[in-house]
C-alpha cells in the first residue's frame, strides 16, 4: 500500500504544482479557464485518494496523530508531498 500512496503523493503534488503555475496563470492573464478545470478536477480526485491512503497507511506506518496531521498538512503546502514521501516513506 506504501507503493500506490506514494504515486498518489507524486501525482497529487505535480497536479498542485500544475494549477498553481500553469493553469491559473492561464486562466486570469489569458482568460482560458479550460485547463484549470481538467486539472483541478484530476487534482481534486487526487486530494481525496491523498487523504484516504494517508488515514490508511498510518497503522502499516505505526504514525502517531502529530505525523498523520503533518502528512495531511503536507497536501496543501506546495512542494509538502515531495518532502513528506522523502521524511516519512522513502525509509521503508
Sequence with gaps: MTTIFRLISYLEGISYLLILFVTMPLKYLFASPEPNKVIGMAH??????????????KPEKKWNNKTLIIVLLCSIIPFGTFWMDKKYLSKS
Excluded at 486530494?47 to 488515514?55: P, S
Design 44 to 57: 481534486g480526485f487526487l486530494f481525496l485518494l491523498y487523504i484516504v491512503f494517508a488515514f490508511l497507511i
